[in-house]
């Protein structure tokens, strides 16, 4: 079992940054792709940006490209999710997603944070 816990959530005027951190604990794997997903009020939840075990590979939405960066501390079993000219649509919880990379579904998930973009 691994247990993720994110951190760094908070309200921010648009065009600002946050930086979220995703701490992960328990039966750790430096084999998982970890993800950053996102569920607004009334929508479904949506993936936001994923990265490989080596960090080798980063993917992400459409709609963050260029404004938000993956990143992960192996060492430290987090990875985070740099969030830089934010706007009021980016207001979601954040929740954070690691899955062997030999499996399609994400398997073990945090409780998210709460983001808030002021416009």
């Known amino acids: 079992q691994v247990q993720l816990v994110e951190s760094g959530g908070g309200l921010v005027q648009a065009g600002g940054s946050l930086r979220l951190s995703c701490a992960a604990s328990?039966?750790?794997?430096?084999?998982?792709?970890k993800g950053w997903f996102r569920q607004a009020p009334g929508e479904e939840r949506e993936f936001v940006a994923a990265i490989s075990w080596n960090g080798g590979s980063t993917s992400y939405a459409d709609s963050v490209k260029g404004r938000f960066t993956i990143s992960r501390d192996n060492a430290k079993n987090t990875v985070y999710l740099q969030m830089d000219n934010l706007k009021p649509e980016d207001t979601a919880v954040y929740y954070c997603?690691?899955?062997?990379?030999?499996?399609?579904?994400?398997?073990?998930w945090g409780q998210g944070t709460q983001v808030t973009v002021s416009s």
């Open positions: 328990g039966s750790i794997s430096i084999l998982y792709t």
């Open positions: 997603a690691y899955k062997r990379t030999v499996v399609v579904d994400y398997e073990y």
